[in-house]
């Protein structure tokens, strides 16, 4: 095997040229790939992490089927006493209970049908980023005042100000008539038109006397410390609940579908140009494989008369080519989480970064994300059809006759 291993690196390098150009067209694509595939999954966390932060959070404990048909009645009882419990035995602030109704909301000027949330005030800066995006005014600092936060263009549709008053008018929980007047204590400002229209928050003290909740509320958001914790801490969470009541814990999978829908199409888009670049490097390396085949042809001739099985040839330039892709794989991988990983420390942006980030409430410079899945999964492709690139010149020596091949010059 020693001697096999010895004559296959030197054919390698015949035409060190020649295999220096297919090595570094694998080191260039394995590169790029390990760049481009961490540089998406960083963006997908990213995505994920400030779609989660800004409201729904990594998982909320839900009433069985509220998640399906967001019907008022569909409650989780004695929610503050359930979300106290459950930060003490989860040992972490990042759990806040909430209710929802609907409403029209109603100014001097103007009406708009809104979605309102009764909040924590305490906990909810623990599980959503619109505390922290306050633009004018406070945020709720009370459990039972008669004040609300509203979004900006809410506020601008209402032509509102803070210190102004809102009326809002909905159902209560048992179908009764349901109204408040809430002075305006803080405008929010997100970047993302549809929340900034469509939400608004009162103290939770002050929405259960509203809409007779009776201490109820509909969701209890949890946090995970990260996001690939979510799993292990739903099952905790789930075995925490009262178990005859009902309850179920919906991760931010089920609760925003469409993300993880947009993550896949995204995803199927990135693969095709993956698989364009993939095709183009086994094709070099059919080019040089096939060349060197062709080159010994007359030697091929010669071993073949002596008694040598094609087979071994052909294994002999899979090896060959294993050799060359190792080489490829280990200097791509190398080379590409250096640079990948020194980005994802630094960051980095490019031009209209800027203005996106503002747009939706992103930040303005990029992380790649350096896993063991993005470092190895692009030169582990490109490794696998280098081998399958070369599998035609070696089938190739098969068909050759030792007369014939010794002929050729």
Do not use: C
């Amino acid at each position: 095997m020693n001697l096999v291993l010895r004559l296959a690196w030197r054919n390698l390098w015949r035409q060190p040229r020649r295999t220096w150009l297919t090595t570094g067209a694998m080191v260039f694509s394995n590169v790029l790939l390990v760049f481009m595939i961490s540089l998406q999954f960083g963006m997908y966390r990213l995505m994920i992490e400030n779609s989660l932060q800004a409201f729904t959070g990594h998982m909320q404990v839900q009433a069985q089927g509220y998640n399906d048909d967001k019907k008022m009645r569909q409650t989780v009882p004695d929610i503050v006493p359930l979300a106290s419990a459950l930060r003490s035995q989860l040992d972490s602030d990042e759990v806040a209970a909430r209710a929802t109704a609907f409403a029209l909301a109603s100014s001097e000027e103007r009406s708009y049908g809104i979605a309102v949330f009764g909040v924590e005030p305490r906990f909810e800066p623990h599980v959503s980023s619109i505390p922290g995006l306050v633009r004018e005014g406070r945020y709720l600092d009370s459990n039972e005042a008669p004040e609300i936060v509203i979004g900006k263009v809410l506020a601008r549709n209402l032509r509102v100000q803070v210190g102004d008053e809102l009326t809002l008018l909905g159902s209560g929980r048992d179908g009764s008539f349901a109204a408040v007047v809430a002075t305006v204590v803080g405008i929010f400002d997100s970047g993302v038109a549809d929340l900034d229209r469509t939400i608004a928050e009162m103290p939770l003290g002050l929405f259960q006397d509203v809409f007779y909740m009776r201490g109820s509320g509909h969701q209890v958001v949890v946090n995970a410390p990260r996001l690939g914790q979510v799993a292990e801490l739903k099952q905790r969470v789930a075995g925490l609940l009262p178990e005859d009541q009902g309850l179920v814990v919906q991760d931010w999978d089920a609760l925003l579908p469409g993300l993880k829908q947009a993550i896949q199409a995204d995803i199927s888009s990135a693969v095709f140009m993956y698989a364009v670049l993939v095709i183009l490097v086994a094709f070099s390396v059919l080019n040089t494989q096939l060349m060197s085949v062709l080159e010994r042809t007359h030697e091929f001739g010669i071993v073949l008369a002596l008694g040598l099985k094609p087979g071994r040839l052909g294994r002999l330039v899979m090896l060959e080519t294993a050799m060359m892709g190792t080489m490829g794989l280990l200097l791509g991988a190398l080379i590409g989480g250096a640079v990948t990983a020194w980005l994802g420390i630094q960051g980095f942006t490019m031009p209209g970064m800027d203005e996106m980030g503002a747009k939706f409430n992103l930040p303005s410079r990029l992380h790649p994300d350096v896993t063991i899945a993005s470092l190895l999964s692009g030169p582990a492709v490109v490794f696998l059809f280098s081998l399958l690139a070369s599998a035609y010149p070696a089938l190739r020596i098969r068909r050759l006759h030792p007369v014939e091949a010794m002929r050729s010059a």
